[in-house]
C-alpha cells in the first residue's frame, strides 16, 4: 500500500483571507508534512484551509475580511471553496473535493475538537461514531427490494416448470401429426394420379349442374369444417391449458398444506427468551467482569504482602504496634485487608482460586448462553422463513384461482361454439350425400376425396405449424432458466451479505482498532499499559415499558503493576497522553475500515502537546504508512525530536 501512496502527485494549497492567514501558497509532497513553529502562528489555521478544500465546513474566514478563498490543485485538478461574510453568518461556495465531508470530518480531519478524539476524552460510547458511515436504514430497504425480487424469480421458474411439462406433450403432438402428415400425403398422390387417368378418358365431358352443386356444397364444407376444427384446436389448448393450471394448483395446494403451520406465538416466544437469554448473557458479562477484578485485586494484594508490605506495618508503629508483632512473628500468617482479621495466607489463597473457579464456571455459564442464543436466533429465522414461504404460495394461489375462472368461462364458450359448427357440417353432410346420391360419377368421388384428402393434409399441416410455433416460444422462454437460477444464487448470496454486512463492519472495526492499538503500544512503549482494547458487547437501556439492549463498543485497559500483576484499570483513569492516542488509533481503525484512503487523501494531525516528542516520531511513522499526505502540526520541541535519524522522511514548513 506504502508504494501506490508515494505514486500520487504533489498537491499545491493557496490561501487568502483564511483562519488568521492573510495570504500564503504552500506545496504538500506526499508523506509526512510537519508545519513547526509555536503556537500562534497560524499553522492550525492552515490545517483548517486543507480541509476546507477537501470539503469540510470547518473553515473559518478572517476576522477582518469580507470574503475568502482556498484552492487546492491536486492530479491535474483544482478544487475550491469560497466564504463570503454575510451580516453575521458566513456562506461557503466553490467546487471542493468532496460532496460529503462525514469521513473526512470523522477521520481525517484530526484537530483538537475532532468528534472522535473528543468521544474519547470523555468516554463515550465510540460505537456511534464508527457506525456512522453505514447507511442501516438503506441497507434494510435494499434486503427488502431483494426480497421481493427473490419471490418474483421463484415464480417464474415455477412457471418455467409448468412449461417444461408442457413442451414435452407438444413434442409428443409433433411427431403424431408429422406420422399423420406423411401419410396423407401419399394418400394424396395416389388420388390425383387416378384422377388424372380418369379425367384422360372423359376430357370431353362437361360439368353438369349436379357437380357444380356438389363443388358448391364441398366448399361450404370444407368452410364450415375448418371453422370447427379452429374452434377444437382452441377447446385443446384452453383445456390443456386448465389441467395444467388444475395440475399446478394441486400442486401449490400441496406443498402449501404439506408447509408447518408457522407458529406466530412460537416466532413472539422466541424473540422473548432470546431478548431474555441476552439479558441474563449481559448480567453474566458483568458479574464475570467484576470477579476478574476481584481475582486480579486479591492477586496484587497478596504479591503486595509477600514484596514487604509487614515490613510497611511494622514500621507504622502506634497503637497498631501489638497487632504488627504478631503479624511479623507469625509465619504464614496475615491481616486481611477486607475484614482486618489475621488469617493463614493459604486461606487467602484458596478463597482467591475459589474466585478463580468461579469466574470459569460464569465464563462458561456465558458460553453456553451465547450458543443457545445462536440456536434459538436460527429457530426464529427459519420460523420466518417458512412465514415468507407460505406468504407466496398463497399469492400464488389466488392468481391461479383468478387464471382458473378465466380459462373455464373460454371453455365454456368454446364448447357452445363447437356444438354450434358441428351441426353446421352434419347438415352439409347431409346435403353432399344427398348430391353424391343424384351422381354416382366416378370422377366426382375421386375429386371429393381428392378434396378431402387435400383440406386433411393442409388442416394437419396448419396444426403441426402451431404445434411447431408453441415449442420454438417454450424453448426461448425456457433459454432463460439458467439466468434466472444464476440470479436466484446471486440474490440469495446478496442478502446474506447484506443482512450480516453491518456485524462484518463491527467486528472489522474491533478487530483493526485491537490490531493498531496493539501495534502503536508496543511502537510507542507505554511500559504500564499492557493492553487496550474494544470489545463489542449488548447493553441494558431502560425504556418503557421493558427492557431493550443495544450494541456497544467498550474500551478495556489492562496495565501491569511493579510486581508484575496484571489487571483491568478504569478507562476514566487513562492518562491524557494516553486518551490522545486512543483517540488518534480509533480514527485510524475508521479511517481504514470505510476505505477513507480511497477518497480522502489527507490526514491532518493537531492538539499533540500531551504526547512526548519520541512517542510522537515513532507515531507519525507508524501512520504515514496508510496516508497519501500526513500533514502534522509540531512544536519546536516536538520538532527537535523528529531531528533523529531515525525520525521518518519529512518535509518542514516554518513559515505560513
Given at each position: 500500500m506504502t508504494q501506490d501512496l508515494r505514486a500520487t502527485a504533489s498537491?499545491?494549497?493557496?490561501?487568502?483571507?483564511?483562519?488568521?492567514?492573510?495570504?500564503?501558497?504552500?506545496?504538500?509532497?506526499?508523506?509526512?508534512?510537519?508545519?513547526?513553529?509555536?503556537?500562534?502562528?497560524?499553522?492550525?489555521?492552515?490545517?483548517?484551509?486543507?480541509?476546507?478544500?477537501?470539503?469540510?465546513?470547518?473553515?473559518t474566514l478572517k476576522g477582518d475580511a469580507e470574503e475568502g478563498q482556498v484552492t487546492l490543485l491536486l492530479d491535474g485538478e483544482t478544487y475550491t471553496r469560497r466564504l463570503t461574510r454575510q451580516g453575521d453568518t458566513v456562506t461557503t461556495g466553490g467546487d471542493p473535493y468532496l460532496d460529503d465531508p462525514a469521513l473526512l470530518d470523522l477521520y481525517?480531519?484530526?484537530?483538537?475538537?475532532?468528534?472522535?478524539?473528543?468521544?474519547?476524552?470523555?468516554?463515550?460510547?465510540?460505537?456511534?461514531?464508527?457506525?456512522?458511515?453505514?447507511?442501516?436504514?438503506?441497507?434494510?430497504?435494499?434486503?427488502?427490494?431483494?426480497?421481493?425480487?427473490?419471490?418474483?424469480?421463484?415464480?417464474?421458474?415455477?412457471?418455467?416448470?409448468?412449461?417444461?411439462?408442457?413442451?414435452?406433450?407438444?413434442?409428443?403432438?409433433?411427431?403424431?401429426?408429422?406420422?399423420?402428415?406423411?401419410?396423407?400425403?401419399?394418400?394424396?398422390?395416389?388420388?390425383?394420379?387416378?384422377?388424372?387417368?380418369?379425367?384422360?378418358?372423359?376430357?370431353?365431358?362437361?360439368?353438369?349442374?349436379?357437380?357444380?352443386?356438389?363443388?358448391?356444397?364441398?366448399?361450404?364444407?370444407?368452410?364450415?369444417?375448418?371453422?370447427?376444427?379452429?374452434?377444437?384446436?382452441?377447446?385443446?389448448?384452453?383445456?390443456?391449458?386448465?389441467?395444467?393450471?388444475?395440475?399446478?394448483?394441486?400442486?401449490?395446494?400441496e406443498r402449501h398444506e404439506s408447509l408447518e403451520d408457522p407458529d406466530d406465538e412460537r416466532l413472539a416466544v422466541l424473540g422473548e427468551r432470546i431478548e431474555n437469554l441476552r439479558e441474563r448473557k449481559t448480567t453474566l458479562e458483568s458479574t464475570v467482569s467484576e470477579l476478574r477484578q476481584v481475582v486480579q485485586f486479591n492477586q496484587e494484594r497478596l504479591a503486595e504482602t509477600g514484596d514487604g508490605v509487614l515490613d510497611g506495618l511494622e514500621v507504622a508503629g502506634g497503637e497498631d504496634d501489638e497487632v504488627t508483632d504478631q503479624l511479623v512473628a507469625e509465619t504464614g500468617s496475615t491481616t486481611c485487608w477486607t475484614c482486618g482479621s489475621v488469617v493463614e495466607r493459604s486461606r487467602i489463597d484458596t478463597m482467591v482460586g475459589r474466585l478463580r473457579d468461579l469466574l470459569q464456571e460464569r465464563n462458561a455459564e456465558r458460553r453456553e448462553l451465547a450458543d443457545r442464543i445462536a440456536d434459538l436466533v436460527s429457530e426464529r429465522d427459519e420460523l420466518r422463513d417458512r412465514l415468507e414461504e407460505r406468504d407466496r404460495l398463497e399469492t400464488q394461489l389466488a392468481e391461479l384461482e383468478t387464471e382458473l375462472e378465466r380459462r373455464e368461462e373460454n371453455v365454456a364458450e368454446l364448447?357452445?361454439?363447437?356444438?354450434?359448427?358441428?351441426?353446421?357440417?352434419?347438415?352439409?353432410?347431409?346435403?353432399?350425400?344427398?348430391?353424391?346420391?343424384?351422381?354416382?360419377?366416378?370422377?366426382?368421388?375421386?375429386?371429393?376425396?381428392?378434396?378431402e384428402l387435400t383440406y386433411d393434409r393442409d388442416r394437419t399441416a396448419d396444426r403441426l405449424a402451431d404445434v411447431e410455433s408453441s415449442i420454438e416460444d417454450i424453448e426461448a422462454d425456457l433459454e432463460t432458466r439458467e439466468e434466472l437460477e444464476a440470479e436466484r444464487e446471486s440474490i440469495s448470496a446478496e442478502l446474506t451479505e447484506l443482512r450480516t454486512r453491518i456485524e462484518r463492519i463491527e467486528t472489522q472495526a474491533v478487530e483493526r482498532f485491537n490490531t493498531h492499538m496493539e501495534a502503536v503500544l508496543d511502537e510507542l512503549g507505554y511500559d504500564n499499559v499492557e493492553r487496550i482494547w474494544i470489545e463489542s458487547v449488548e447493553r441494558q437501556v431502560s425504556t418503557t415499558p421493558r427492557q431493550v439492549s443495544e450494541q456497544t463498543f467498550e474500551l478495556h485497559v489492562v496495565r501491569r503493576s511493579s510486581s508484575g500483576t496484571t489487571y483491568e484499570d478504569r478507562v476514566d483513569h487513562l492518562s491524557e497522553s494516553e486518551r490522545e492516542l486512543v483517540g488518534l488509533v480509533v480514527a485510524l481503525a475508521g479511517y481504514l475500515v470505510h476505505d477513507v484512503q480511497e477518497s480522502v487523501p489527507f490526514m491532518l494531525l493537531d492538539s499533540l502537546e500531551m504526547i512526548d516528542g519520541d512517542r510522537l516520531v515513532r507515531l507519525v511513522d507508524y501512520l504515514r504508512t496508510h496516508v497519501p499526505f500526513l500533514v502534522v502540526v509540531l512544536l519546536p520541541d516536538h520538532a527537535r525530536a523528529f531531528d533523529d535519524e531515525s525520525a521518518p522522511e519529512h518535509r518542514r514548513l516554518t513559515d505560513i
Open positions: 498537491a499545491t494549497l493557496a490561501v487568502e483571507n483564511v483562519g488568521g492567514i492573510d495570504e500564503t501558497t504552500v506545496e504538500f509532497s506526499p508523506g509526512v508534512t510537519a508545519l513547526v513553529g509555536p503556537n500562534a502562528t497560524n499553522r492550525t489555521s492552515l490545517l483548517q484551509a486543507v480541509a476546507g478544500a477537501l470539503g469540510s465546513d470547518r473553515v481525517a480531519v484530526l484537530l483538537e475538537d475532532n468528534e472522535v478524539r473528543r468521544a474519547v476524552r470523555r468516554g463515550e460510547n465510540l460505537r456511534e461514531l464508527i457506525m456512522r458511515p453505514v447507511d442501516t436504514e438503506a441497507i434494510q430497504a435494499e434486503i427488502s427490494t431483494l426480497v421481493d425480487r427473490r419471490q418474483e424469480v421463484h415464480a417464474e421458474l415455477d412457471r418455467l416448470d409448468a412449461l417444461a411439462e408442457e413442451r414435452r406433450e407438444f413434442e409428443a403432438d409433433r411427431r403424431r401429426l408429422e406420422s399423420e402428415l406423411e401419410e396423407l400425403e401419399a394418400q394424396l398422390a395416389e388420388k390425383r394420379e387416378a384422377r388424372a387417368e380418369l379425367e384422360a378418358d372423359e376430357s370431353d365431358r362437361s360439368e353438369s349442374d349436379v357437380e357444380a352443386q356438389l363443388d358448391a356444397r364441398l366448399a361450404s364444407l370444407r368452410d364450415a369444417e375448418t371453422e370447427l376444427e379452429r374452434v377444437e384446436r382452441e377447446l385443446e389448448v384452453e383445456r390443456k391449458s386448465l389441467a395444467s393450471l388444475r395440475e399446478e394448483r394441486s400442486d401449490l395446494t364448447t357452445e361454439r363447437r356444438e354450434e359448427y358441428q351441426e353446421r357440417v352434419e347438415e352439409l353432410e347431409r346435403r353432399v350425400e344427398e348430391l353424391q346420391a343424384a351422381q354416382q360419377d366416378e370422377l366426382l368421388t375421386l375429386q371429393q376425396e381428392v378434396s
